[in-house]
Nanobody, 118 residues
Framework: QVQLVESGGGLVQPGGSLRLSCAAS????????MAWYRQAPGKQREFVAR???????NYADSVKGRFTISSDNAKNTVYLQMNSLKPEDTAVYYC????????????WGQGTQVTVSS
């Protein structure tokens, strides 16, 4: 069993910053990659950022230069630092893990709401 728990969402004004966290726990032998996705009301879930076990990262064009993904491997935790937030960043943010447990699996967290509004 693997669990992913996000935290750090909230309400922020345009131009502000937030840091999201996602902690993975349970029967984990290896984490291949962790990623953030988001889903705005009435829209499909979309990719935001990914970090693989070697440390390489990639981002959606819409967040490049504003968001930074990082990880603490000792804590099985991934972070998303979000700066210069815009109203269009408003969404539920989900953490995804590509994880080796008893088998290789893809797990999702429950999501955390980010609202950017004045």
């Amino acid at each position: 069993q693997v669990q992913l728990v996000e935290s750090g969402g909230g309400l922020v004004q345009p131009g502000g910053s937030l840091r999201l966290s996602c902690a993975a726990s349970g029967s984990i032998f290896k984490i291949y990659a962790m990623a953030w996705y988001r889903q705005a009301p009435g829209k499909q879930r979309e990719f935001v950022a990914r970090i693989i076990s070697g440390g390489s990262t990639n981002y959606a064009d819409s967040v490049k230069g504003r968001f930074t993904i990082s990880s603490d491997n000792a804590k099985n935790t991934v972070y998303l630092q979000m700066n210069s937030l815009k109203p269009e960043d408003t969404a539920v943010y989900y953490c995804n893990g590509d994880i080796q447990s008893d088998y290789r699996r893809s797990d999702w967290g429950q999501g955390t709401q980010v609202t950017v509004s004045s």
